[in-house]
């Protein structure tokens, strides 16, 4: 596909690129912006015209206009491939080969589900039943309605599938979309319809709710070539703006609770769509913020949610906060119906995603009994060895065992009973497949200045152990962290520079070799030979670091 990149890229100029997403101004032969990722007080984004590269200081990103794209509407390589295709008019299929078929089928389904949406929306005028569902059961005003484009579906049984056929399209195509049931005929029925739309605004299905009390409620769109619930997240082609605008995402338990909460003007509210959160959901979502906060109901299936939540964040090194307090309303549709401002407050209003988990498990239990104080130390103990922060943890520890009376010590034995379990479970599995080590943000930045220093500042004297990138793209990307970072330096003075990035270098280097060293001590037993050469590998790395 490298001859599609090149294409793609002859088409796009990477200034109207990331000019979509950010206002840039010329910076002698650069353009300089605020990262679109809200995390600089001064412009801190640069744009390379001449070389086509962009690069983000303060949040230490960098690349061509595709990890551009990537990074800001949080996709993969291929979808922004297929996103930035359609935008310089390069068809993907002609680079393809074998592929080419399932690219034009998609195409295919993609037009048969964008010409259902029309054909419900219209539907959606002409029922008054309906249009009396939407406006006044639902609430919805003209602009919802034609934001998230919903629409109604007839009760006839062949009703679109009549329609579609008349447009060309044969059944295998409507059933590859989803669109036909087990009999072939509607998949849905007398319902209002609301499209599931992906983050290129392409429409991929639906969602389908009962205008009357017959069963199921929701009725989704079955697993396709275009839709992948586990990976879908609703509302975000609608709240992307916003949350990169606003620094933060609202996961809220349902569809209409986004439609509602976007209504009621907090466009940051994006829902996982009828299926439990997955590490894909969380990894898409932190890729345009890292101020995650859940409003799901605090039920025990709410709860539950929570738990995982949790769990899938603490792997990932996201910490999650709560919207609570629904005024004693259900969820956010409830809240919203009653006062719009209610719910804009809540949100504001978040707590700590662990201690609204304390709280709820304390809500349940009496901690006056023995047993109780078991049930809540075991679920309590499970929760706070996802936090990775000592402190964070430590502060936790001690707000437990003060809720049920015992020592700190006595709680931390048991916590370490317990996890010294879970991490035998897990050995044999991590020595299979290592974990992958993410580079500090504070590593990669000094890597970075180093590479330039080595590349454009002509290092010779002083060592740098550090492979020099041979792709096209890093290289120049690297002349503008040069550019940045040494500007102002005399090159007499850059072996003097280098030097003292080396130190720091070193010294962050070494806490991150520390801290996958303890992660690896955690998987072994004491009595293993490897346990005391990785003890003392640690203890070395220590006293370097005084």
Not at 53 to 68: E, M, P, Q, Y
Not at 98 to 127: F, W
Not at 458 to 485: K, S
Not at 506 to 524: D, G
Request: glycine share 6%; with cysteine.
């Amino acid at each position: 596909m490298n001859d599609a990149k090149e294409e793609i890229k002859s088409r796009l100029a990477v200034e109207d690129v990331v000019g979509q997403y950010v206002e840039l101004k010329r910076a002698g032969r650069n353009l300089k912006g605020h990262s679109p990722w809200g995390v600089d007080k001064t412009p801190s984004f640069m744009v390379s015209p001449e070389k086509g590269i962009w690069h983000d200081f303060s949040a230490n990103k960098g690349g061509d206009i595709f990890t551009f794209v990537m990074e800001v509407e949080g996709i993969s390589f291929k979808e922004a491939m297929e996103k930035l295709a359609e935008k310089a008019g390069v068809d993907l299929s002609k680079y393809r080969g074998g592929d080419s078929n399932v690219t034009k089928k998609k195409v295919r389904l993609k037009e048969a589900l964008a010409l259902a949406t029309k054909y419900y929306q219209a539907c959606l005028v002409r029922n008054e039943t309906a249009r009396d569902y939407v406006f006044y059961k639902r609430h919805m005003n003209r602009g919802t309605i034609s934001e998230f484009r919903i629409g109604y579906s007839p009760a006839s049984g062949k009703a679109l599938r009549k329609v579609l056929e008349k447009r060309g399209f044969t059944e295998g195509e409507l059933d590859d979309a989803g669109l036909l049931n087990q009999y072939k005929s509607d998949l849905f029925r007398n319902r209002m319809m609301v499209p599931f739309i992906d983050t290129s605004g392409n429409i991929i299905g639906f969602t389908a709710r009962v205008l009357d009390k017959s069963e199921p409620k929701y009725l989704n769109t079955p697993e396709t070539l275009l839709f992948n619930k586990s990976r879908f997240i609703f509302g975000l082609y609608n709240a992307k703006e916003a949350i990169r605008r606003n620094g933060f995402v609202v996961i809220v338990e349902g569809n209409m609770d986004v439609i509602s909460s976007h209504q009621a003007g907090v466009k940051e509210a994006v829902a996982t769509s009828g299926t439990a959160m997955t590490e894909q959901h969380l990894k898409t979502l932190s890729k345009l913020t890292s101020d995650i906060r859940l409003a799901y109901d605090g039920d025990a299936a709410g709860v539950k949610a929570t738990e995982r939540a949790i769990m899938l964040a603490g792997d990932l090194g996201i910490e999650l906060t709560v919207i609570s307090d629904y005024h004693g309303a259900k969820d956010p549709d409830e809240l919203i119906q009653k006062d719009a401002k209610l719910w804009q407050q809540a949100v504001e209003e978040r707590v700590p995603a662990v201690d609204w988990l304390l709280n709820k498990y304390e809500e349940n239990l009496n901690l006056r009994l023995a047993p109780d104080k078991k049930k809540y130390s075991d679920v309590a103990l499970k929760l706070l060895s996802y936090i990775k922060d000592e402190v964070e943890r430590a502060s936790y520890e001690e707000k437990v065992a003060k809720r049920i009376g015992v020592e700190i010590k006595v709680l931390r034995e048991k916590g370490d009973r317990l996890n010294k379990k879970i991490e035998q479970a897990a050995a044999n599995r991590y020595l299979k497949k290592p974990k992958t080590v993410v580079t500090s943000a504070y590593l990669k930045r000094l890597e970075d200045s180093l590479l330039a220093l080595k590349l454009f500042g002509g290092i010779v004297e002083t060592e740098i152990p550090l492979e020099v990138p041979e792709d096209e793209v890093r290289i120049n990307e690297l002349e503008l962290v040069f550019d940045n970072d040494h500007e102002g330096i005399k090159e007499v003075n850059y072996e003097k520079e280098a030097t003292e990035l080396m130190k720091r270098y070193m010294v962050e280097l070494n806490k991150q070799k520390i801290v996958e060293l303890t992660e690896k001590l955690a998987t072994l037993d004491e009595n293993d030979a490897e346990y005391e050469e990785v003890i003392r590998e640690i203890s070395s790395l220590q006293k370097m670091q005084k």
